[in-house]
């Protein structure tokens, strides 16, 4: 494949921009300098661009975003922040897009992947991977809540939510953890409205068997690992919400 293209296909740079950086001499090729971007290269080269090796994925790519606050979920929008914007250009690739939602006021854990195969698989409501937030009540967690979310609420404007576990967070008065097993829109939220209480924030802290990682700071992300992504897509396990409750400190 030419040079150019390989780069393309593994940046967020345009052809113009690649031909450019190639001929002014910051890309190497096997550790020399090639100025040329018809360049033929293979996958068993080793590419630096301005110094830092690039690597093609040709298998699905994923990374890991601490959501922080004031920013949309979407790729493109034409007045708030997005979360594209957090991205490092060296992690930055073509069709990279957010794997569902969390609403601009809510923080942690957030996945971005360039394989819409990958994306369904982890949002379809039939694979029940278990998306599990924490939050900050306005007023006294409540005993009934447990029993009412888990038979499942129908919320005032008809939308029906999928039963839903709910526990108190030890030794506090309005912090919970909270798993469901679907998205639907600022359904935590309309949730515990419903039930009679108020989010004052929220945080997704885990999905699957895969947890926030306490090291990773507001606006900071990461490539998963092939075992990360496993962990990703493991279904509800009945003690993890316990665990969380116990082990949960804001991140």
Same mark, same amino acid.
């Given at each position: 494949m030419r040079l150019d293209k390989w780069l393309s296909d593994a940046t967020n740079y345009t052809r113009s921009q690649l031909k450019q950086l190639i001929r002014s001499g910051q890309v190497t090729v096997n550790d020399c300098i090639v100025k040329r971007p018809?360049?033929?290269?293979?996958?068993t080269d080793t590419i630096c661009l301005q110094g830092k090796p690039v690597t093609a994925d040709t298998f699905c790519y994923c990374l890991?975003? $601490?959501?922080?606050?004031?920013?949309?979920?979407?790729?493109?929008?034409?007045?708030?922040?997005?979360?594209?914007?957090?991205?490092?250009?060296?992690?930055?690739?073509?069709?990279l897009f957010p794997v569902g939602r969390l609403d601009k006021d809510t923080t942690g854990l957030l996945l971005l992947t360039n394989d819409g195969a990958f994306s $369904?698989?982890?949002?379809?409501?039939?694979?029940h991977i278990p998306k599990y937030y924490w939050m900050q009540l306005a007023r006294p967690y409540e005993v009934q809540y447990a029993e009412q979310?888990?038979?499942?609420?129908?919320?005032?404007?008809?939308? $029906?939510?999928?039963?839903a576990e709910i526990l108190p967070i030890p030794n506090t008065e309005r912090e919970a953890v909270i798993c469901l097993q679907e998205g639907k829109y600022h359904q935590v939220r309309r949730m515990m409205a419903a039930v009679g209480n108020h989010v004052e924030q929220l945080q997704r802290i885990a999905m699957g068997g895969l947890c926030l990682p306490s090291?990773?700071?507001?606006?900071?992300?990461?490539?998963?690992t092939a075992v990360q992504m496993e962990l990703l897509q493991q279904p509800n396990d009945p003690d993890r919400l316990r665990l969380l409750a116990e082990k949960y400190k804001k991140w």
């Open positions: 018809e360049t033929a290269v293979c996958q890991l975003l $601490h959501k922080p606050l004031g920013y949309v979920c979407a790729v493109t929008d034409a007045t708030e922040k997005t979360v594209m914007e957090l991205i490092p250009p060296d992690l930055q690739r073509k069709g $369904h698989a982890l949002l379809a409501p039939r694979r979310l888990a038979a499942g609420l129908t919320l005032a404007d008809g939308t $029906h939510c999928l039963p090291d990773l700071l507001p606006g900071d992300c990461v490539p998963l």
